[in-house]
């Protein structure tokens, strides 16, 4: 039986993803292309913003009218915060919960081909389990530590779809990254929904796990797929001094460089903690990629209030920014706020932030022309390599490399979005990632 899975959102969806197309492989299941004709689709959503929304019910749709005798498989995000989005064609309705008995699920629908409700009020306390070891065409691994968030942003729909914070137990989230090290993949990427979190309702700390992973033998890389700037404690800073495993990157949310906004949004911190905490990276790691996400016209921001993010922005000087304009979410406190910011105005902030973005990306970018920096391949593309480094610099190489080896690079010359660079040594053995199967 043939299955299509389509993944919208963020890297605990995709984690969450590929440990379904594992665990589909594991009973026989055989993976296909979304795009073709399958017997089962699974469409994994997202809700962050409207956009999300949208882009969800059009991918339920098109799956639908593939295959009108298909199994329809819809789950995530999307679907907790709309329990009473029905579609006809759909057969399994899963919230944010139990994705991990999808096999069960599909022989229960199989056996009496009556529609699956599994939407919960998300009132469960204990992390879902999932374990991966092998990821499908992929040269680095994600391992999903976290679940759930308590900050309630004003504008935030997660902790309503996700629930409370839930920790994966320590233990197995240090046997899966061992193994996945033991299985080739180089590079690790931790994510969750409130990644820093970590261990916040098992006795632990994201310190106390840090600890641990780095010292893994066989381990190149750690990169944090995000981090609040509030938990970058001592502990944490201490550990990125001190281990160069963790990689020179660190996507650290900023959501507004405007002290009033910040406010607006029950954010944790104000422009200055933000600032100092950055200048203290900046002493241990100086030439550190921080990337960021920004959302603009947040409810009441003037225009003074947007150039004030502008100046944060620069003075900061993000290597790059990820913008969102603000999308309201229902059953959060700003879709009720006044001074709501036209659509018009929206869009006109955002095309100005990802202007300054590129702005700063290249200039961060051209501070290591002429550099040797190691890379991981990643694939192949019109006969050049695409890899990247440790702080996530895209580079092009004008020649076919094994993916998922660790080469070294001399940088060239910015072809944005990717700086070209030459290989200067022959890839070993011993750097290039041997997947087992």
Do not use: W
């Not at 399958?38 to 959503?45: K, L, M």
């Not at 929304?53 to 498989?73: L, M």
């Not at 979410?329 to 009720?336: D, G, M, S, W, Y």
């Not at 040594?425 to 087992?436: A, N």
């Amino acid at each position: 039986m043939k299955v299509g899975i389509y993944t919208l959102g963020c890297k605990v969806n995709l984690y969450e993803s590929e440990f379904i197309i594992d665990k589909l492989i594991k009973h026989g299941y055989q993976i296909g292309d979304f795009r073709e004709k399958c017997d089962v689709y699974i469409i994994n959503t997202c809700s962050v913003t409207n956009n999300s929304d949208t882009k969800s019910k059009k991918i339920i749709r098109s799956a639908i009218r593939k295959n009108k005798d298909a199994c329809i498989v819809v789950m995530g995000c999307f679907i907790e915060a709309n329990p009473d989005y029905k579609e006809d064609g759909i057969d399994i309705y899963l919230g944010t919960k139990d994705k991990s008995k999808i096999i069960e699920l599909l022989e229960e629908y199989f056996q009496n081909k009556k529609t699956i409700d599994k939407v919960t009020s998300l009132k469960a306390k204990v992390f879902e389990d999932m374990f991966i070891t092998t990821f499908q065409g992929r040269t680095r691994a994600f391992v999903k530590i976290q679940d759930g968030c308590c900050n309630y942003c004003s504008y935030c729909i997660i902790p309503y779809v996700r629930g409370i914070c839930r920790s994966k137990s320590f233990t197995k989230a240090l046997t899966e990254i061992k193994e996945l090290t033991e299985n080739g993949y180089q590079e690790i990427v931790l994510t969750g929904i409130h990644t820093g979190n970590y261990g916040v309702d098992i006795g632990k700390s994201f310190a106390d796990l840090l600890k641990e992973i780095v010292q893994i033998k066989k381990l190149k890389r750690l990169r944090i797929s995000s981090i609040e700037v509030t938990e970058l404690n001592d502990e944490v800073l201490m550990l990125l001094k001190s281990n160069p495993v963790i990689v020179d990157h660190l996507h650290i949310p900023l959501q507004s460089g405007c002290d009033k906004i910040l406010k607006l949004m029950n954010r944790k911190y104000d422009v200055k903690y933000f600032k100092d905490k950055i200048n203290k990276i900046r002493k241990i790691r100086p030439d550190i990629s921080i990337t960021t996400d920004i959302i603009v016209g947040f409810p009441g921001e003037s225009r003074e209030d947007f150039l004030e993010t502008i100046a944060t922005a620069r003075e900061i000087g993000f290597s790059k920014i990820h913008v969102f304009p603000y999308s309201p979410r229902k059953n959060t406190v700003a879709a009720t706020m006044p001074n709501q910011v036209d659509s018009k105005t929206k869009k006109e902030r955002a095309t100005t932030l990802i202007n300054i973005s590129r702005e700063l990306e290249i200039k961060y970018m051209k501070k290591f022309i002429g550099k040797t920096m190691e890379a991981l391949c990643e694939k192949g593309k019109d006969n050049l390599t695409l890899a990247h480094t440790g702080n996530f610099l895209h580079v092009a190489l004008n020649r076919q490399i094994p993916s998922g080896t660790i080469i070294k690079v001399k940088l060239k010359e910015l072809d944005y979005p990717y700086i070209k660079g030459d290989a200067v040594d022959e890839p070993r053995q011993d750097r290039v990632y041997q997947r087992t199967i």
